[in-house]
């Protein structure tokens, strides 16, 4: 069963060089909204397996990529396609809009 894959930087790159569209949830422990978003983040892991790359990042302990897309609140979601970002929404999401973002840049 496919899971939403936990993103440091290396594992980053590589995911955004993968050729794959991909989903990154920017979040946190300590965030509620995180906490409420994370169900929804990996059933789309496991709908778009073998599709595009659900990801997962912690703010705390990553720093230097929440500076790199400025992250400044949690939960950031953004969709890259061929390593570029083409979407970016802040705040928990319904499950339809994620979804269907994420199918228009497969």
Known sequence: MAKAVTLDKKKFNEVLNSGKTV?????????????????????LAVEFDNKAVVGKVDVDSNPE?????????IPALMI???????????????????????????
Request: charged content about 25%.
């Open 23 to 43: 989903l990154v949830d920017f979040w946190a422990e300590w965030c509620g909204p995180c906490k409420m978003i994370a169900p929804t983040v990996e059933e």
């Open 80 to 106: 890259f396609k061929d390593g570029k970002l083409v979407d970016r929404m802040v705040g928990v999401q319904p499950k339809s809009v994620l979804k269907t973002k994420l199918e228009a840049n497969l």
């Open 65 to 73: 990529l929440s500076a790199q897309y400025g992250i400044r609140s």
